[in-house]
């Protein structure tokens, strides 16, 4: 992403950047703060990085954000790894969970930063208006970003813009839900109305019309669904959904034919991609290869630290045909320096299989920029076009036209090298689209939410779990702090 371009600058500004509320406390080791560095064009820009730079973060999508939103889900297993990762796996989380402490933190600091960039946009002179309004678009389509994290985890969440007090430290999560949905509608919607709809190659990963678009097809979603249960919010996920994919030739989006070429770090920004946290080898690696990659056997130059795995179990739920299996899992390999060749053998643990089940969707063999095990350039997907696919199939399920709700999940099966579904009933419908989901999606942080909406976790995990963990509480530091803060109702 040539947002990197304004790196430096942004790295300095981003110490001071953020208020001294109890949501964000940070140290102050430079005489640059929003008040005195807003003038030129070029730094408003390097603001903007420094609003992006809270995803590439590792509490946030590098990182936190992405398993947490993964290890209650059936695809990962927290193998022999941190105390937290277990924590969440097991369903076992407290309010002092690192999970629970890290992402608030990490939301609430990019807020601040898109925040504190709007507050200070009319202190600058630009070139044109719209260099002007393209900024704010991406401001706000990052906020709308936080704030959707932040209110699918933790239900209940304060809220604060440029127009408030962002020195106050007694903000309160109490009665806010609305003021939260209705103002990531807001920004998303203005997004949408100036956001380009793609860019050259110099500006590539910076936030599109059509990503803003997709972002609030899913804001409307998670409304209609469980806990929130909206009225009329399951027709304007559908029909937002509907306006993207019915103009996906002039959008540039399709399904790649090639499950792999997803994951491509040489075509990240293909006709799948929506919107990715963007990484880059030698300027802002990540370690997902190394999370999931295998220890000791060699796969890659460099190790992986098998900590973020799957199971047996869930490899073989997939169908033998499925042509997503071999880009998922790790289905087989040799070995870099012995040249020995393994075969996974979900059934046996002896060579030539191997004993751990891996995924594979970040060991990218065209990845040969990096350095080290915390130096690769996959991306981070947080929206592709099969998932708006998806959203439509889900919205018009819900609203029993199951015709429509075919639409979205044929194309998806197909792909896959799957019969597409029959006329079928709302609730194996429904079942059908959850499990394509949890295929589709394995690995990318979408496995938490997308059974939350469906209330489902018990049902697919297959054992009773406390309605008290669909939800991350408040952090307890955080309580401690702020007494205006309140415990979810499911946590007291």
């Known amino acids: 992403m040539r947002l990197l371009k304004y790196f430096i600058i942004a790295s300095i500004l981003t110490v001071a950047s953020t208020s001294c509320s109890d949501f964000l406390e940070e140290d102050v080791y430079e005489f640059i703060t929003p008040d005195n560095f807003y003038k030129t064009e070029a730094d408003a820009k390097a603001g903007l990085t420094s609003v992006y730079q809270t995803l590439q973060d590792g509490n946030g999508f590098k990182r936190y954000i992405w398993m947490g939103a993964e290890f209650p889900g059936e695809a990962a297993y927290a193998n022999a790894s941190a105390?937290?990762?277990?924590?969440?796996?097991?369903?076992?989380?407290?309010?002092?969970?690192?999970?629970?402490?890290?992402?608030?933190?990490?939301?609430?600091?990019?807020?601040r930063r898109a925040n504190n960039l709007l507050l200070n946009l009319d202190k600058v002179t630009f070139k044109s208006e719209e260099t002007k309004n393209q900024i704010i678009g991406e401001a706000k389509f990052n906020r709308a970003l936080n704030y959707f994290v932040l209110i699918r985890f933790y239900d209940h969440v304060a809220v604060v813009t440029e127009k408030d007090d962002m020195n106050a430290s007694d903000l309160s999560n109490e009665g806010t839900d609305d003021a939260v949905w209705a103002l990531m509608e807001e920004d998303l919607k203005y997004a949408e109305s100036v956001l380009k709809v793609s860019y050259g190659a110099a500006d590539m990963g910076r936030a599109t019309k059509g990503a803003a678009m997709a972002l609030l097809s899913k804001v409307y979603l998670t409304q209609a669904a469980w806990p929130w249960n909206k009225a009329g919010f399951y027709e304007k996920a559908a029909a937002k959904a509907d306006e993207i994919i019915t103009n996906e030739t002039s959008f540039g989006y399709g399904l790649e034919t090639d499950f792999r070429k997803i994951f491509d770090v040489t075509n990240e920004h293909g006709k799948e991609y929506m919107f990715d946290v963007e990484f880059v080898s030698n300027i802002n690696g990540n370690d997902f290869p190394a999370l999931t990659g295998m220890r000791g056997y060699n796969?890659?130059?460099?190790?992986?630290?098998?900590?973020?795995?799957?199971?047996?179990?869930?490899?073989?739920?997939?169908?033998?045909?499925?042509?997503?299996?071999?880009?998922?899992?790790?289905?087989?390999?040799?070995?870099?320096?012995?040249?020995?060749?393994?075969?996974?053998?979900?059934?046996?643990?002896?060579?030539?299989?191997?004993?751990?089940?891996?995924?594979?969707?970040?060991?990218?063999?065209?990845?040969?920029l990096s350095t080290a095990a915390g130096?690769?350039?996959?991306?981070?997907?947080?929206?592709?076009?099969?998932?708006?696919?998806?959203?439509?199939?889900?919205a018009y399920c819900e609203l029993n036209q199951i015709d429509k709700a075919l639409v979205g999940i044929n194309r998806v099966r197909v792909r896959a090298g799957l019969a597409p579904l029959a006329t079928i009933s709302q609730s194996d419908l429904r079942k059908a689209i959850i499990q394509e989901r949890v295929w589709e999606f394995a690995a990318e942080g979408q496995a938490f939410f997308d059974l939350k909406r469906?209330?489902?976790?018990?049902?697919?995990?297959?054992?009773?779990?406390?309605?008290?963990?669909?939800?991350?509480?408040?952090?307890?530091?955080?309580?401690?702090?702020?007494?205006?803060?309140?415990?979810?109702?499911?946590?007291?």
């Open 83 to 111: 105390p937290s990762r277990v924590e969440m796996d097991d369903f076992a989380w407290t309010a002092t969970t690192d999970f629970s402490r890290l992402i608030w933190d990490i939301s609430y600091r990019g807020i």
């Open 299 to 368: 796969v890659k130059k460099t190790d992986g630290w098998s900590s973020f795995i799957s199971t047996p179990k869930f490899y073989k739920s997939y169908a033998p045909e499925d042509k997503r299996i071999a880009t998922t899992f790790l289905t087989g390999f040799t070995d870099t320096k012995t040249g020995k060749v393994y075969v996974y053998n979900p059934d046996s643990g002896t060579e030539p299989s191997f004993p751990l089940c891996h995924f594979a969707k970040y060991l990218d063999p065209n990845d040969n």
């Open 375 to 394: 130096d690769y350039g996959c991306n981070m997907k947080v929206v592709r076009y099969a998932d708006i696919l998806m959203v439509q199939s889900e």
């Open 454 to 492: 469906q209330h489902a976790i018990s049902d697919r995990i297959g054992k009773t779990i406390a309605d008290k963990y669909y939800v991350l509480p408040v952090p307890q530091d955080e309580i401690d702090k702020n007494p205006k803060l309140v415990q979810h109702p499911l946590w007291q």
